[in-house]
């Protein structure tokens, strides 16, 4: 396994995949992290050119597609991997901690849990009048217990990134045991680790000092990481490694970032400990979205939902937040072109951001988190580049 260290030289645009026009007023909202094909790509840029001939060759012994990725990962200034946060989680807060964002002042940390909704010995009387649909997991909720714990308290979300070295940690039921003054690494968690920069967009008219009314104003955003702060990820290339050191493109505007091989260590520490996670041998019933996936709700209409229809029989609970969507324009070029550039519109698809929770009764046959049709060839390609990754855990 080879890792890569990916620094941003400057800031970094990513827009999201809104239908956008730059007309008068027009604001284009950004997404970041990138989505992994977006940094593979520009990994994949500082590998040899293949000519025509290799690639007819390699066609015809069907190694089209032989290069795999993970990633991107935050790190942090002193090397720590940092992923998101469960969404199953929350936190007890002193009363005079404000309630408009999430703070590093937590005094406890818990888990969310499939509502009792059942009619059974453990139903849980809170929701003895209540009642929801039957063909979806029940809510995640917290338990009487913390229910009484926080009457004095404020309970909250906590803060959307989480060390990666007590994500494995969490995975194997040990939150519980978290107390601030007794954690060997500080903080648990942490901030966006990037501050946002808004670039607006002026073409005026010739000869005037006036805004062009069609596309003279439009705003974009852009985000600039913290000092200190980088992403890692792992490709692996069977014939060719990249350089120990280069600088790619990376997103829009030609902005750029420096790659450098990881040699000390040659992976993060805290790989080691979840690497073994992302396989489930059937007694671990909670799963952790490590990468953006995708879940078909309905198969012939192409519709995307928050889990695949095929674990609505094992699924007890599901946490998760607003999809990531992504697709648009493909402005792809592929050897020597001699008609004009033609634009492609590529489907815009609904991802599982990563962090979302899944609660089983029973593990599901289908351990990731993509859809499964062997005739598409997109689907290849996000296999090869580990979207839908997920990281299995106990429940209690």
Request: include cysteine; charged fraction near 30%.
């Amino acid at each position: 396994m080879t890792w890569y260290r990916i620094t941003p030289l400057d800031v970094l645009l990513f827009r999201d995949s809104r239908p956008f026009s730059p007309t008068d007023g027009s604001w284009a909202k950004g997404l970041f992290p990138p989505m992994p094909i977006t940094v593979f790509h520009g990994l994949r840029s500082l590998l040899t050119q293949r000519t025509q001939e290799d690639k007819r060759q390699r066609q015809k012994e069907e190694r089209l597609r032989d290069l795999t990725f993970l990633g991107p990962f935050l790190c942090g200034p002193d090397g720590a991997l940092w992923l998101p946060t469960p969404k199953d989680l929350v936190c007890l807060y002193p009363k005079d901690v404000g309630t408009k964002k999430a703070s590093d002042r937590w005094e406890s940390v818990h888990r969310l849990h499939p509502a009792k909704i059942c009619k059974s010995e453990e139903q849980d009387p809170a929701w003895k009048y209540l009642a929801f649909a039957k063909n979806y997991p029940a809510p995640m909720v917290i338990t009487k217990e913390i229910h009484d714990k926080a009457k004095n308290k404020r309970l909250g979300e906590p803060q959307p990134w989480i060390r990666a070295k007590y994500l494995a940690e969490y995975l194997d039921g040990k939150e519980l045991g978290w107390q601030q003054d007794t954690l060997e690494e500080k903080p648990l968690f942490h901030n966006d680790p990037w501050d946002l920069q808004v670039m607006p967009h002026i073409k005026m008219k010739t000869g005037e000092r006036q805004v062009e009314g069609s596309d003279g104003y439009f705003t974009e955003v852009a985000v600039r990481m913290r000092p200190g702060w980088h992403f890692v990820a792992r490709l692996e290339s069977p014939d060719e490694s990249l350089p120990e050191q280069g600088v790619i493109r990376l997103g829009g505007e030609g902005h750029r970032a420096l790659v450098e091989k990881m040699d000390n260590p040659d992976e993060p520490p805290e790989w080691k400990a979840l690497r073994p996670l992302a396989t489930n041998d059937g007694d671990r019933h909670r799963a952790y979205v490590l990468t953006p996936g995708l879940a078909l709700a309905d198969a012939a209409q192409r519709l995307y939902a928050s889990y695949p229809s095929e674990w609505g029989k094992d699924l007890a609970g599901c946490a998760t937040d607003r999809q990531l969507m992504w697709g648009g324009i493909s402005a792809i070029t592929r050897g020597e072109q001699t008609a004009p550039n033609e634009v492609a519109y590529i489907p815009q698809r609904a991802f599982i951001p990563p962090g979302t929770v899944y609660v089983f009764k029973s593990p599901p046959e289908c351990k990731t988190l993509l859809p499964e049709d062997e005739s598409r060839q997109w689907l290849k390609t996000f296999e090869m580049l580990n979207y839908g990754k997920l990281l299995w855990g106990v429940t209690e």
